[in-house]
């Protein structure tokens, strides 16, 4: 056992596992944190909590998993290497896991261009496949980046990083998630899946390399609340492919919501039969409170515990 | 080369507000060869100054000069005489060094006339790219001669992040991904193994963060 965390314990068991997203607030009041916490604990294993995500401020991912651990849940706290230098992240990182936080997410992070302070500067110390090493030379070197010993109580996380089918180039993309993992990823969370024929042929690449025994592939989904943000994904978030038949699909339906729901829970069935998917991580924005009958649906309630 | 451009006439205008009389310098090194503070465009910017201030009823008096380099001392003794007690205000169109070397040998107020953009070069007439970020130790060997460090706009040694999409960046459509030239390139020339290696984290101490930097070179020293 790398961290002991629970995330890593219910992969070690074998089972899919289900991991939800909770977007921090704007503003300094942690309610509707915990609010999002009491409502997935019973029906995710663990949750995400994103790390200023699109380069707005919000309410930190530390902070925010204190809160979920609070609720009795198990957070994944994402850390981007766009607001910290080396120093910063570390230092973090530290705290992070003396209050209790087991799991993290690495990330590059978006550009600050696409959030609410677009004339501010970005750090980029390090890249995000760097940071998954600085983790786990932490963890099993026991040393710091700048090579320095930990002495003692050295932090034991359960290291994610993302990887995205949909970017370009695509032949290069397994090789570097080949990478993440070589630089000591334990798990990985996929970019939103629409496109299931080019993660299928994404699957294959990874399964060739063998890649899906050396960390845990989560397959990442995003239910649909409309026809509307579809498009609006197809023509304007970069590194995603939203295939036309989904929108067609979404504008015929008299009952939007639903029809999200619908695909959503054929998506994870679907994912369930592809050799080397270990779990789904559904990122609701903005609409949290629909996972939980997205999971009953798709069979996946209730949530398998720990064996002892 | 460096790259710079012209700041808005207004502006600079502004910074001199108060002189009767300024001088106008340019500068014969990149600032001429990229178009923004050659011998010409002091003659643009300094007519430019004479007739705001004329429609303002307060006339500007101006000495126009291009000098060879406003970044070596060597030609800086060529300013000396045009330094006159009626000068109120020097305005350099150089870089920000030449700017700088005219303020440190000078008991006057400079001001740019120039915004420096960065080091890089010519794409085509009247266009110039970044392509250095002066980071003090090159990696461009690894990289198939493509920088990443200011060529991606996440400074990414181990890239592309998950932003890339038919060869273009996140952050806008006419932003080449630095990162697919790369991959496009390391491809062309048989070396894609090499992407494979994971880039160690970067010592940034040899760029701008372990402060402001020189070059020492003893054999050419004089004392």
Known sequence: MKSGSKLEKLFNQGEFVVSGEIGPPKHADADIIREHA??????????????????????????????????????IVQMTVRDRNRIGIQSDLLGAYSLGVKNVLCLSGDHQSFGNHPTSKNVHDLDSIQLVKALKDMRD??????????KEHEPRFFIGAVANPFGDPFEYRVMRLEKKINAGADFIQTQCIFDMDRFERWMEQVRERGLHKKAKIVAGLMPLKSHKAAKYMQKFVSGMVVPDEIIERMEKAEDKKAEGVELCVEQIKHLQQIEGVAGVHIMAVNWEEIIPTIV????????????? | MIVAEGKPIAEVAKLIEDANKVLVVGCGGCVTVCLAGGEKEVGVLASALRMLRKKEDKPLETVELTISRQCDPEYMEQLEKYITDDIDAVVS?????????????????VVPALDTKFAG????????GERCGLCGECILY????????????????????????????????????????????????????KLLEIEPIKDWSKSRDGGPRKVVKEDVMIK
Not at chain 2, 93 to 109: I, L
Request: hydrophobic share 35%; glycine share 10%; with cysteine.
């Open chain 1, 141 to 150: 070197e026991k040393k710091f980046i700048c090579g320095e010993e930990i």
């Open chain 1, 38 to 75: 009491r409502m997935l604990k019973d029906y995710v294993d663990a949750a995400n909590l994103t790390d200023n995500q699109t380069a707005i401020v919000r309410v930190s991912s530390i902070a925010s998993a204190v809160h979920v651990l609070a609720e009795e849940f198990e957070p």
């Open chain 2, 142 to 193: 690894k990289t198939g001669g493509i920088c990443p460090i200011i060529r991606c706009s996440k400074s990414i040694l181990n890239g592309p992040c998950g932003g890339s999409q038919d060869g273009k960046c996140e952050i806008d459509t006419e932003v080449d991904c630095a990162w697919q030239l790369i991959y496009d390139r390391m491809n062309t020339l048989g070396k894609i193994d």
């Open chain 1, 296 to 308: 009953e649906k798709a069979g996946l309630y209730p949530r398998p515990q720990i064996k002892e």
């Open chain 2, 93 to 109: 169109m150089a870089c920000g060094v030449g700017v700088q070397f005219v303020a440190e040998r000078f008991n006057k107020w």
């Open chain 2, 121 to 128: 070069g010519a794409l085509e007439h009247g266009v110039w």
